[in-house]
């Protein structure tokens, strides 16, 4: 008899991006028309020179980069992000209200465990960003579905609907991921106002922060003295500083949490990755002005995103920033089966709506999610073309 599989890890889906990875495997791409791989929100590139240089320095001179470190982080980084976020968002953060995890896919991890447990539940806007449900599916936790409209934002009233014995957390992302919008921040606001009526945590995941397309901070929830007792910030600098293979992100919470958080990281990794942090502490202190120049390329390659949309009949743009696209596409079928035509007839892998919704969300099945900042604006204009020439 075969040892036994936890079901709750059996009845979550399989990891979305590495299914798509496998339509590439079934498919031949020809020299005049390579793959065009919307699929994945990664920077293709590797970190500055400077970093990468910064990361061999401390490699070869910094022996504590090879140990075990803090649970909770290392104390320089944790330092930095309270007073850069202090400063960003005029509010007040603490070093002991930072602790530096292995990605922010770990951060939610973490903040979820420190919340609920089996039987519990959490509110998801939908679309919702995959690896957030999987993981309450995991814990045997109620993602309860909060279906936002044509304009992809979620709507408080709505979700307070859904409140309910066991309901422990909301998580909202922005910019969002897939939807690309960026939540206005009164929106914002009152999601916090909310959480705090019914004493539950409101999950803020800012993983695309720095490619947000607004001046100055995008909410103001910091400022609120009492800002720990409702909110849990998440972040990740894997997109900021190209550092997706370092895993550094970051949970921002109450110094109460995060003990409890510890516990959790602590039988999970131990530490974060060392040389990931100190490479993450050099960014912060030195990449200002590089960063501001990703943006820019961000926000260009956003207008090159809304601009080939407008242009393809039929097609109609959801949501549009940070890293994606989120759009409506005009054949009378979709999902994976539509998805993997693209790569076969057009040479373009992306991903179906289907991989952001619950199953018995009709609409997802016409709709497709663009990893935009994976292409420039020629790669744009050929994405565009090739989308023109597809017939469904």
Not at 165 to 185: R, W
Not at 315 to 333: D, E, I, K, Q, S
């Amino acid at each position: 008899m075969a040892a036994p599989i936890n079901p709750a890890l059996a009845g979550t889906v399989a990891p979305p991006v590495m299914e798509a990875r496998r339509w590439i495997e079934e498919t031949a791409f020809p020299p005049d028309r390579p793959l065009l791989n919307v699929s994945q929100a990664a920077p293709l590139d590797p970190p500055p020179e400077p970093l990468r240089r910064a990361i061999a320095e401390a490699a070869m001179d910094d022996a504590g980069a090879h140990l075990y470190g803090p649970v909770l982080g290392l104390p320089a980084l944790r330092a930095e992000v309270a007073g850069q976020w202090s400063l960003a968002y005029g509010g007040t953060v603490a070093p002991d209200q930072v602790a530096i995890t292995s990605g922010c896919n770990q951060a939610f991890c973490a903040a979820v465990a420190t919340l609920a447990g089996a039987g519990d539940a959490v509110i998801l806007p939908t679309p919702w960003y995959f690896n957030h449900k999987m993981w309450l599916d995991m814990m045997g936790i109620e993602a309860r579905a909060l279906p936002c409209g044509d304009d992809l934002l979620p709507d408080p009233a709505a979700a307070e609907a859904l409140i309910g014995p066991g309901v422990k957390a909301i998580a909202l992302v922005t910019p969002n991921n897939p939807g690309g919008v960026e939540y206005p921040a009164d929106l914002v606001h009152a999601f916090a106002a909310l959480a705090r009526r019914h004493g539950l945590a409101l999950i803020l995941d800012e993983t695309y922060r720095d490619f947000d397309s607004r001046p100055g901070a995008p909410h103001d929830l910091f400022a609120d003295p009492d800002w720990d007792e409702v909110l849990i910030h998440l972040y990740s600098f894997s997109k900021a500083y190209r550092l997706t293979g370092h895993r550094v992100g970051a949970m921002i919470a109450g110094r109460a949490r995060l003990a409890e958080a510890e516990k959790f990281l602590d039988t999970v990794t131990i530490c974060p990755n060392q040389l990931g942090q100190r490479a993450a502490l050099w960014g912060l202190r030195n990449l200002r002005q590089w960063l501001a120049g990703e943006r820019a390329e961000i926000l260009d390659r956003r207008a090159a995103m809304e601009a080939a949309i407008a242009g393809l009949p039929g097609w109609r743009l959801l949501g549009c920033g940070a890293y994606f696209a989120y759009v409506a596409h005009p054949f009378g079928t979709g999902g994976p089966a539509l998805a993997r035509r693209l790569v076969q007839e057009a040479g373009v892998l992306m991903l179906p709506g289907t991989m952001f919704a619950p199953d018995d969300d009709a609409a997802a099945a016409g709709q497709m999610r663009i990893a935009f900042a994976n292409v420039d604006r020629a790669g744009i204009g050929a994405l565009s073309d090739r989308l023109a020439g597809f017939s469904g």
